[in-house]
């Protein structure tokens, strides 16, 4: 179980001294949570090693780029671990390009069963969950409407219109505009590397 931050107080303090270069505020950070971020990237790519690059990367982010962390939409600890997990997950897609482009045969990858979720990962889809929720709760209900019908009751837009006594063109509109919406909500943090071009 990871040791909260104790100087630092709140992650939205913390936020604020890292958006200011407060090198204390990141060492505390680390220290509270570099062992969850490398659990969940040792989960995804299976490598002591990796997962250390992942965390590194992690926490280059968070001190390159601070502000990509909203306080106010969740937790530093959940950030981070979907942080790690996303840079694990293109870490092992990676791996996996390399060795097709060197022309190994990794059809055995595929037959390797996966793992049941530990906790950190638990978190991470409850968390992911829970995101998902509050952006859904955010829409208009007209097009909350539509995306229940099409995703969590399995109809076509063509059904959903039907369903809503609306016309199909308008169920797609909103549908469509209700799938914006909810990918600007739940976007990745940019990723500095890019950024910069590196």
């Known amino acids: 179980m990871p040791v909260e931050p104790t100087t630092g107080g709140s992650d939205a303090e913390l936020h ?12 505390e950070v680390y220290t ?13 790519t299976r490598s002591p090693a990796a997962a250390e ?9 968070l001190w390159g780029r601070p502000y990509a962390f909203d306080p106010d939409r ?7 671990s979907l942080l790690a997990h996303r840079r694990a997950v293109d870490w092992v897609r990676g791996e996996a390009r390399h060795r097709k482009d060197a022309g190994a045969d990794d059809s055995a990858l595929h037959a390797i069963p996966e793992p ?16 998902l929720h ?22 076509t837009y063509r059904q959903a219109a039907v369903e809503l006594g609306i016309p199909e063109g308008t169920a797609k509109t909103r549908l ?18 890019l950024e910069r071009g590196a």
């Not at 604020?16 to 060492?27: N, W």
């Not at 469509?176 to 590397?193: C, G, K, M, T």
């Open 16 to 27: 604020r001294r890292l958006v200011y270069g407060d090198e204390s505020a990141l060492a």
């Open 32 to 44: 509270a949570y570099g062992g969850l971020v490398r659990r969940v990237a040792a989960r995804v």
């Open 53 to 61: 690059d992942v965390a590194q990367e992690v926490f280059a982010q």
């Open 74 to 80: 969740g937790s530093l600890r959940t950030w981070l």
């Open 116 to 131: 049941g979720p530990g906790p950190d990962e638990t978190v991470v889809h409850r968390e992911r969950s829970h995101l």
């Open 134 to 155: 509050s952006a859904l709760a955010e829409l208009p209900q007209p097009q909350r409407e539509v995306v229940h019908l099409a995703y969590f009751a399995g109809r």
């Open 176 to 193: 469509r505009s209700a799938l914006r919406r909810l990918a600007e909500s739940l976007a990745d943090p940019p990723d500095p590397a």
